[in-house]
């Protein structure tokens, strides 16, 4: 499988920025790095995705390492809604079959 | 909103009757996927589709079918459903212009939860 390490759980307080880092050290060069988040009681949520280059979107931002190794989603001002598991993601590729791995992700925790 | 509904949000029956899932999309995406998500397990991937009656399996396949056989309708169908197959099941679409594959974003429905008792 394509693996990404990531810290169980992490805690944050409200309007802080939060770094939620991930460790993928046997990624592919063609492979992008996805991050999801999932709410309780709901399917994950797209957050960003990116190849090489940092990327921004209206929800965060994503600063990959120059060896693409690893990989970080910053929350610029977490908010209560932000709790949430977050999960970074590779594609894994075995025999010809494709998939997304999602592991066990981060439980982020945001204190008003 | 991509426009991603499934059908039903609920549902408990018997382990060896048949149930069938449907997920519908307006968005005319290409790709489509069915995971199930259970505790300690994540989410994994049971079959995809990349195209009308063209589909393929995922890493936890047994036991179940699918059929596709317009762009809008991805259905997922147990057999004969067993108390193991009890979980939370989500669809998913590739973004991306209408193409897709894995390393295109997907966007999730909000999941049906089945129950087999």
């Known amino acids: 499988d394509a693996k990404t390490t990531q810290p169980n759980s992490m805690e944050s307080n409200e309007e802080e920025p939060v770094h939620l880092p991930c460790n993928h050290s046997?990624?592919?060069?063609?492979?992008?790095i996805h991050w999801y988040r999932q709410l309780p009681s709901q399917g994950p949520e797209y957050v960003i995705h990116?190849?090489?280059s940092n990327v921004n979107n209206r929800m965060a931002s994503l600063a990959i390492a120059e060896d693409r190794k690893s990989s970080t989603l910053i929350l610029h001002r977490a908010t209560l809604r932000d709790a949430a598991v977050y999960y970074c993601?590779?594609?894994?590729?075995?025999?010809?079959?494709?998939?997304?791995?999602f592991g066990k992700g981060t439980k982020l925790t945001v204190n008003p | 909103d991509a426009g991603i509904t499934q059908s039903p949000r609920h549902k408990v029956t018997e382990t060896g009757t048949p149930v069938t899932l449907r997920c519908h999309q307006t968005?005319?995406?290409?790709?489509m996927y069915w995971y199930r998500q259970d505790p300690g397990h994540g989410l994994r991937l049971i079959h995809y589709?990349?195209?009308?009656?063209?589909?393929d399996k995922g890493e936890v396949s047994d036991g179940y079918s699918v059929s596709r056989s317009k762009t809008e309708d991805f259905l997922l169908t147990l057999e004969s459903a067993t108390s193991s197959q009890t979980s939370v099941y989500f669809c998913?679409?590739?973004f991306g212009n209408g193409t897709g594959g894995f390393n295109q974003p997907q966007h999730f429905g909000d999941g049906t939860r089945l129950s087999i008792l």
């Open positions: 998913a679409i590739s």
């Open positions: 046997t990624i592919s060069g063609t492979d992008y």
């Open positions: 990116g190849l090489t």
């Open positions: 993601i590779l594609r894994d590729v075995q025999g010809g079959s494709e998939k997304l791995v």
């Open positions: 968005e005319n995406h290409r790709y």
């Open positions: 589709s990349y195209g009308v009656k063209d589909t």
